[in-house]
């Protein structure tokens, strides 16, 4: 017996850390992905802030070239233009990271959708990568124009796959809210077993209905929108969900108001 | 006059002090029937198995909170928290609000990531026409 507690208690000592780091592992995986996006967000400002100054500048340079139509003003266009490109290139490649690690960190989107959704933007930074890379070698007027072209063909793809994750972003964010909603309507519920009896019990009882009418209507709104986004996806087409996601926003924003209400009178 | 052994001094006797017949009796061994209690140690291993989990639940709370970093704030400046009589802020209203305040950050209408502004249509020369 003594044995068996002595074990026991060696047991728990060493398993303790074991424990408390298994907590902190959960815990530090969601921090470190938030300031990975912090410092993904920083270097896309950076890189946003430098593009605009290549393309103000190309711009400036291929005005100059139109209007001496000079070898040197062509050499100074075609130099300047290839920095711009590489620096779009460069931003759009830092976006999509920037939109991949947003949708790690997401909580409420559908399995389902996040997994089509970060395979394609995985795909499609490699796509940029490539681009990157030609545009990199492309010195002189017919390689610049070439890499131009080549772009239009990723142009759609990636404001399409912008459309597609900032929808799923938006849903996501309302879908978290509204699933930890529901516990608090549980432990609102003056029906719910060891809630305290009070005086005011059936004045309750309708106050937490319309509560959880309201929930439903949220909950169907967001049914609506989850088969938007597959439907939408399927046939390629944009997603616009403003509507159905107002009423969410709206719907669940009356549902706090209630809720406290209800806790304030209890 | 007594006889002298060479070795002893003047003022000692002839006869050795144990054979003078006063001897003492050795003490008899106390014998006792009872077997003696051993006294047990589960209260102390039941209070050793107390300060051990009191320890573990310790090492794991701490590490929580100092990961989470968490500082308990009294938002007192809106005056949302309700306090309850005993000065206590309602958990379940805190709960509630804390959900709300992230709701405010989930508007659907602001985006988070907007589209870079970038030219899309960036070239030196005209596209061929196809």
Sequence with gaps: MKKTIVAFLFFLLMISPVLAQAQVDLISEKKSIIEEIAEVDRTYKGQLAEYRQAADQFNIAKGQFTKLNTLASLEVAVQDGRKALLLRDRVLLTYLKLIELKLLESDGINLEEKTIALDMTKDLQQDFQAHLDLTNNAIDRVAVNQVADDFEILAPKITSLSNYVSTLLRIGKLQTIYDHSISLVEKTNPNAAGAEPSLKQNEMIRAHTEVVNLMEKIYTNLRYGWDEIRVAREKEKPIDLAKSNASVFADLSQTMLFLAEIVSKR | ?130
């Design chain 2, 1 to 130: 006059m007594q006889n002298l052994d060479s070795n002893q001094t003047q003022f000692a006797e002839i006869t050795p002090v144990f054979e003078s017949g006063s001897s003492s009796v050795p003490p008899k061994k106390i014998q006792n029937d009872e077997p003696v209690k051993k006294k047990s140690n589960l209260p102390l291993l039941v209070g050793a198995l107390a300060l051990v989990l009191a320890f573990v639940f310790l090492i794991i709370l701490i590490s929580v909170k100092l990961v989470m970093n968490t500082s308990p704030e009294n938002k007192t400046d809106d005056g949302r928290i309700v306090e309850q009589n005993n000065g206590q802020v309602d958990p379940l209203l805190d709960e509630i609000y804390d959900l709300d305040d992230q709701l405010q950050s989930s508007d659907p209408t602001i985006d988070e990531i907007p589209f870079p502004p970038v030219d899309m249509t960036l070239r030196l020369d005209a596209p061929k026409k196809k």
